[in-house]
């Protein structure tokens, strides 16, 4: 299953993507008979226990109920998949061919820093960051939302805790971050932060460490890696992160870029106003953007 947000009257509703058409999250669960919720988050923290039965029985459910149809996903605007997520947690250093071109140790755990919900953006939105920021960067990621709320979880269950996942940009300042030894400044531009366009259930991806993860700058390739060569794979970040701190759904966590940045080639390659980024996940999706001008 496909979960999408999308714009209605300037506000983000819930919906399932089937092929090319949206249909209603909240008119959907009314004709399930079960608890509506009109938003991505709330549809996980009511039914995020549920998801597996919801989805092996959505394509009926649309078939049954033509009423719930949106529109084609072309006539539409999507926002982020959760536009408003608690937490948004990242992990950097997570590839070790990145780990090599910026000179690091292996790290022995996940190296954690945050984002807030005011850099997210939406899959047809414009990257903002170029009027603060010379040195704008790209970073291609697999993103994963949180189904249920999850401490203390075993790595060998941390999937059961999944909703889905989606291509992330993590857009870095790298000017602002590296005036310091926190990364805080150069990860939290505003509007900086695209991803989506879908959350895209397990069952559709398949394995998650056996992923393609390509970054093109202007139709040209940057970053190619597969999630299989991640030094912390997916269930052991959410087992390590659920350690010390309770995961909530819709919570998003970004799980790393492979080598490639901007910031370590020779000379560097830095975003610029009218450049498009896409990143493109198998079996998930293409996340593509406009750097915005100003």
Same mark, same amino acid.
């Given at each position: 299953? *496909?979960?999408?947000?999308?714009?209605?009257?300037?506000?983000?509703?819930?919906?399932?993507?089937?092929?090319?058409?949206?249909?209603?999250? $909240?008119?959907?669960?009314?004709?399930?008979?079960?608890?509506? !919720?009109?938003?991505? *988050?709330?549809?996980?923290?009511?039914?995020?226990?549920?998801?597996? @039965?919801?989805?092996?029985?959505? /394509?009926?459910?649309?078939?049954?109920?033509?009423?719930?149809?949106?529109? /084609?996903?072309? /006539?539409?605007?999507?926002?982020?998949?959760?536009?408003?997520?608690?937490?948004?947690?990242?992990?950097?250093?997570?590839?070790?061919?990145?780990?090599?071109?910026?000179?690091?140790?292996?790290?022995?755990?996940? #190296?954690?820093?945050?984002?807030?919900?005011?850099?997210?953006?939406?899959?047809?939105?414009?990257?903002?960051?170029?009027?603060? @920021? !010379?040195?704008?960067?790209?970073?291609?990621?697999?993103?994963?939302?949180?189904?249920?709320?999850?401490?203390?979880?075993?790595?060998?269950?941390?999937?059961?805790?999944?909703?889905?996942?989606?291509?992330?940009?993590?857009? @870095?300042?790298?000017?602002?971050?590296?005036?310091?030894?926190?990364?805080?400044?150069?990860?939290?531009? #505003?509007?900086?932060?695209?991803?989506?366009?879908?959350?895209?259930?397990?069952?559709?991806?398949?394995?998650?460490? /056996?992923?393609?993860?390509?970054?093109?700058?202007?139709?040209?390739?940057?970053?190619?890696?597969?999630? *299989?060569?991640?030094?912390?794979?997916?269930?052991?970040?959410?087992?390590?992160?659920?350690?010390?701190?309770?995961? $909530?759904?819709? #919570?998003?966590?970004?799980?790393?870029?492979?080598?490639?940045?901007? !910031?370590?080639?020779?000379?560097?390659?830095?975003?610029?106003?009218?450049?498009?980024?896409?990143?493109?996940?198998?079996?998930?999706?293409?996340?593509?953007? *406009?750097?915005?001008?100003?």
């Amino acid at each position: 299953m *496909r979960i999408v947000s999308y714009l209605h009257e300037n506000h983000a509703r819930g919906g399932v993507l089937l092929d090319d058409t949206v249909f209603d999250l $909240e008119r959907l669960l009314k004709a399930a008979c079960t608890t509506p !919720a009109s938003s991505v *988050r709330d549809f996980l923290s009511v039914h995020g226990t549920e998801m597996s @039965s919801f989805t092996s029985g959505v /394509a009926r459910l649309i078939d049954q109920n033509p009423h719930t149809r949106v529109g /084609a996903r072309s /006539a539409l605007r999507l926002a982020a998949p959760v536009p408003d997520p608690a937490k948004v947690l990242c992990v950097g250093l997570n590839y070790k061919d990145h780990v090599d071109e910026t000179g690091r140790a292996l790290p022995e755990y996940p #190296d954690v820093f945050v984002k807030f919900a005011s850099t997210l953006i939406g899959p047809e939105d414009e990257i903002q960051g170029a009027d603060v @920021s !010379a040195n704008l960067d790209f970073e291609g990621e697999v993103a994963v939302v949180m189904g249920r709320t999850a401490r203390h979880v075993p790595e060998e269950e941390a999937l059961e805790y999944v909703a889905g996942l989606a291509p992330l940009n993590d857009i @870095s300042a790298r000017d602002l971050q590296y005036r310091g030894t926190q990364w805080t400044a150069g990860k939290t531009v #505003d509007g900086s932060t695209p991803w989506g366009p879908a959350l895209v259930t397990l069952d559709e991806v398949g394995d998650p460490q /056996a992923l393609e993860l390509v970054t093109r700058v202007n139709g040209v390739e940057l970053q190619h890696s597969n999630t *299989r060569h991640q030094i912390f794979p997916i269930a052991r970040i959410i087992s390590y992160l659920s350690s010390f701190l309770t995961l $909530e759904p819709g #919570d998003v966590i970004a799980t790393g870029t492979p080598q490639g940045i901007g !910031a370590k080639r020779t000379p560097p390659i830095w975003l610029k106003p009218g450049d498009t980024v896409e990143i493109d996940v198998e079996h998930v999706g293409v996340l593509s953007n *406009r750097v915005a001008e100003y």
